[in-house]
């Protein structure tokens, strides 16, 4: 029964639980069913991956009509893959959530957090499970606009006019996706993503095909912050409340990623996609964001704007692999996918800690905290190296294939431009760990204590599976490469 | 030619309509005139999706005797779906902009900007 209809409960789930977490009292209430919502988002989305792995690509036809009418949920490697970090990051904030929304949090509106918190999660996962491109287009803004109102309780004012900017951003990405789709539609009259590569060679020379293409990629493009349209991420990570930055620096813009490559590859083709200049884009536009914008970290004066330009840079990376137009390549993005999803959840877990600890982000507050608070900087300077890439780290298997995938299309000059980000990484990290720990503490704040266990144990998970992907690399490098082996052989 | 101007003018109306839409989104420095922006800019979409559903002399979608051409009623169904999320965008952006009222005291970006970076 659960085994059938088990895709679709991944997003039914939550969906539910939404409106019963916003009506409950304030309290400890609304996390406690949230926590047990995303666990058991977990082990269905683990369970899921399971059965992709041993039985094949499930396809759930939604309500019962047959696809390509009816909506159906499709789930091969890539989607289980996917769906299994964003539920994995959910599950494993939540924990540390439970003292950080106390207390940046107005108690009153606790419950409507966590309601939003479900959305996000709910649009997230369904981005992933389903396999009909209106649907994934209602999804993208039912995660989009909780992540609007996740992102307008951070505490400070500037939260408001962040979440403003990203609303207008998202939107017009958003409808740039939408009349993407519609043009498809007009042109094939279906919206079945298997059905759309089955349908679209046939008009793959029409003019419109070729419109709605560049609508789509400009659109998920703002969706995933690549560079140059990043400019909302920066705002929106730096001055959400942490569960959200680290909940949506570490799944949205990778869900983000899985959009792009789903389109590109399934609904579209590899081929058609190879006839266009989106390789060039995305080469250059990813060796540019790589560079500015891990330039662009080194001087930020605010340590969760730092992270955040730092993420502009990883994602470059990921439309690097995409640029290569090769399987390692896509590989590589994929396997940076959840390695980034890995180091940039410890990273803003461990700053949150300090942020609770000493209430401000900024990086004049933050020193010496690496000595009052050792257990939550090592976690940090652990998931720092993965960052860098480090052998050994999680990080350095992501960048290892990036520069496989380099030197086998022997272009030279990306190798350089990924060892030359690593640098940079190096440099914007090096400026946190000084200053966490070779500066002394701040004169009024000699007497900081470690952070509470409740936050520390999440950390620490996040950063030992940093070191553990770094060694067992079946579950990041083996998906990988069956989904990118499937890609390449959809509907063919 | 002129008949192809004629003949496709839903489709210009929708060019215009998002050409005037995001032009206001990019250049207003008023956020609730931002929000008609992106407003009219979600408009001209759901403009495109109905004309494409429109079939040349067909009826509206309802079986009935004599009747054998039927528009096709799926983009309009999946454009009510658009409508609601892009009421729940404007409502979600006009509830920003009155809490931003309350904490900045203005509407306006450059205001907003001034007051940002004199802290």
Known sequence: ?492 | MIEYLLGHYNYWIVILLMMAGFYTVVSQGNLIKKIAGLNIFQVSVFLLYISIGNVHGGTTPIIAEGFTRYSNPLPHVLILTAIVVGVATTALGLALVVRIKKAYGSIEEDDIHKQDSSL
């Open chain 1, 1 to 492: 029964m659960i085994e059938s209809h088990l895709s679709l409960l991944l997003v039914v789930m939550p969906l539910l639980a939404a409106p019963v977490v916003a009506i409950l009292p304030a309290g400890r209430g609304p996390w406690l069913v949230t926590l047990v919502i995303s666990w058991l988002c977990l082990a269905l989305a683990g369970w899921q991956l399971w059965m992709v792995v041993n039985t094949g690509t499930i396809s759930y036809a939604l309500g019962g009509w047959e696809p390509p009418w009816g909506i159906e949920y499709r789930i091969d490697a890539l989607n289980a893959f996917v769906a299994l970090i964003v539920a994995a990051i959910a599950a494993i904030s939540l924990p540390y959530a439970l003292h950080s929304v106390e207390r940046e949090i107005p108690a009153q509106r606790v419950p409507l957090f966590y309601s939003a918190f479900l959305l996000c999660l709910l649009g997230l996962l369904g981005i992933v499970q389903t396999g009909d491109v209106f649907n994934l287009f209602v999804f993208l803004e039912i995660s989009s606009l909780s992540s609007y109102a996740l992102i307008s309780m951070g505490r400070e004012r500037r939260a408001l006019t962040a979440a403003f900017q990203y609303l207008i951003m998202g939107t017009i990405g958003a409808t740039f996706l939408l009349i993407g789709i519609g043009l498809i539609y007009a042109e094939t009259g279906t919206l079945n993503m298997l059905d759309l590569n089955a349908r679209l060679p046939a008009v793959l020379e029409h003019r419109t095909v070729h419109t709605a293409f560049a609508f789509i990629v400009v659109g998920v493009a703002l969706k995933l912050a690549l560079f140059p349209l990043h400019l909302w991420l920066p705002n929106a990570y730096t001055y959400a409340p942490t569960v959200v930055s680290l909940f949506l620096a570490a799944t949205a813009t990778k869900v983000a990623v899985y959009v792009m490559v789903r389109m590109v590859y399934t609904v579209f083709s590899n081929s058609f996609s190879q006839a266009t200049p989106l390789d060039e884009v995305f080469l250059l536009l990813g060796m540019a964001g790589v560079l500015v914008a891990s330039f662009y970290a080194i001087y930020q004066q605010d340590a969760k704007r730092l992270l955040a330009y730092s993420s502009v840079g990883q994602i470059a990376y990921m439309a690097l692999g995409i640029g290569f137009g090769s399987a390692l390549g896509l590989t590589a993005t994929l396997v940076h996918l959840f390695n980034h999803a890995l180091m940039k959840g410890a990273l803003f877990m461990a700053v949150g800690a300090m942020i609770y600890r000493v209430g401000s982000s900024r990086v004049n507050d933050l020193q010496g905290l690496g000595r009052q608070m050792p257990w939550t900087f090592t976690a940090f300077f652990i998931a720092g190296l993965s960052l860098i890439g480090l052998p050994g780290t999680a990080g350095f298997i992501s960048k290892w294939y990036l520069v496989l995938a380099a030197i086998e299309q022997q272009a030279w000059i990306f190798a350089i431009v990924i060892l030359a980000g690593s640098l940079l990484a190096v440099v914007y990290m090096w400026k946190l760990v000084e200053i966490l720990f070779f500066k002394g503490p701040d004169e009024h704040r000699q007497d900081v204590k470690e952070a509470p266990l409740a936050l520390l144990a999440p950390t620490w998970v996040l950063a030992l599976a940093n070191l553990y992907f770094g060694f067992d690399t079946r579950l990041t490098v083996d998906m990988a490469q069956t989904a990118v082996q499937m890609l390449g052989t959809t509907g063919r």
